[in-house]
């Protein structure tokens, strides 16, 4: 059973450590919003359970996340049967889920050097851009990105639903990172650049009972025979 209490962890520490203030019941680091699952990503700053780099995702300050958008915002388009440029809105989480994976390699090793590089190891701040521009990360980077891409097309209004960076740590004690979103007719997609599935919740958790058993996303909520609580 997944436990999906990494969150809380975090902002236990960091209270602990006097690192979190306050402001209308919603956390922050050094400024910055703690990222967590639901909250907006975008200005926002993602930290773990334990010391590591203090990832600040900030679309505005910072130049590549656009970049990225710019890529995965003409995937959305296409030509309709009189020949018109026209918008597809079912195009849009394809779109980023390819951009993310054509301009991210999955490499732990580089992803340490960058911050002993940065010296961010205790919770220093590194923006995600950095990770961005060397082409290089984990989980957290990945699904950090896919995340505050599809946000940044719904502050555009291309799309209407939900977007999530979702966490959990599975009994064996591995943790993994991915972004989730939520249709609004309530149908759930997985975004998950690291382990390569981009699909809807119920097609992952049919795979999950395959002789090649995946990653287990569903929410304790999300009601898939309760392995996930």
């Not at 780099?53 to 959305?76: C, F, M, Q």
């Not at 490499?107 to 961005?132: H, M, Q, R, S, T």
């Not at 505050?148 to 977007?163: D, P, S, T």
Request: charged share 30%; net charge positive; glycine share 10%.
């Amino acid at each position: 059973m997944a436990n999906w209490g990494q969150t809380i962890v975090v902002k236990k520490r960091l209270n602990l450590e006097k690192q979190l203030d306050y402001i209308d019941g919603n956390p922050f680091y050094q400024g910055r919003r703690l990222i967590e699952r639901d909250s907006p990503i975008d200005k926002g700053v993602y930290l773990g359970k334990h010391q590591r780099e203090a990832i600040v995702v900030d679309s505005e300050k910072y130049p590549e996340l656009k970049r990225l958008y710019g890529i995965a915002e003409p995937r959305t388009r296409g030509v309709d049967s009189k020949g018109n440029k026209v918008f597809y809105r079912n195009k849009v989480l394809g779109a980023v889920y390819d951009t993310v994976m054509e301009n991210m390699k999955y490499d732990n090793d580089g992803v340490e050097k960058i911050v002993d590089e940065f010296n961010v190891g205790n919770d220093g701040k590194i923006a995600l851009d950095v990770f961005l521009q060397r082409k290089k990360g984990v989980c957290r980077h990945m699904g950090l990105t896919s995340a505050a891409l599809l946000e940044m097309f719904k502050k555009n209004g291309y799309i209407r639903g939900k977007v999530s960076v979702d966490r959990n740590q599975e009994e064996d004690g591995g943790r993994h990172v991915w972004c989730r979103y939520t249709c609004n007719n309530g149908e759930v997609v997985i975004l998950d650049v690291a382990q390569h599935f981009f699909g809807f919740l119920e097609k992952a958790e049919e795979k999950r009972k395959s002789e090649n058993p995946i990653w287990s996303y569903a929410r304790p909520e999300d009601n898939f025979g309760g392995q996930n609580k």
